[in-house]
C-alpha cells in the first residue's frame, strides 16, 4: 500500500511560482511512475505531468516550458515547480502514482492565481 499526501498550494499572482510537494509512504520501491493531475472548477480532472522511473518526464501542451516535474530516487517524494503560472492554472492539484497492480491518489492541494 501506498499512501501520498500533496502540500504546497495557496494564492499566486499572475507571472509568479509555486513549488508543489507530493510524500508517498508505504511500499515506494513498487512505484512505475508519478504524476501530477488538476481539476478546475466545472471540469474533468486533466493530465499535467508525469514522471517515469527511468527518469523520463512527460507534461501536457498547456503547461509545458512552465512545469517542471522532479523526483527523489526512492521515489518517496515528487515535486511540481509552477512558473509563469497563469489564471487558467487554477485548480485542485493531485498526486498520483502507478503501481504494480494498481494506483493510488492524494487528496490534492488547491493553487488559486488570482492578481
Known amino acids: 500500500q501506498v499512501s501520498l499526501e500533496e502540500s504546497g498550494g495557496g494564492l499566486v499572482q499572475p507571472g509568479g511560482s509555486l513549488r508543489l510537494s507530493c510524500a508517498a509512504r508505504?511500499?515506494?520501491?513498487?512505484?512505475?511512475?508519478t504524476n501530477w493531475y488538476r481539476q478546475a472548477p466545472g471540469k474533468d480532472r486533466e493530465f499535467v505531468a508525469r514522471?517515469?522511473?527511468?527518469?523520463?518526464?512527460r507534461y501536457a501542451d498547456s503547461v509545458k516550458g512552465r512545469f517542471t516535474i522532479s523526483g527523489v530516487e526512492d521515489r518517496s517524494m515528487c515535486y511540481l515547480q509552477m512558473n509563469d503560472l497563469k489564471p487558467e492554472d487554477t485548480a485542485v492539484y493531485f498526486c498520483?502514482?502507478?503501481?504494480?497492480?494498481?494506483?493510488?491518489w492524494g487528496n490534492g492541494t488547491l493553487v488559486t492565481v488570482s492578481a
Open positions: 508505504g511500499r515506494t520501491f513498487s512505484i512505475y511512475n
Open positions: 514522471l517515469q522511473s527511468g527518469g523520463t518526464t
Open positions: 498520483n502514482v502507478v503501481l504494480w497492480g494498481g494506483e493510488a
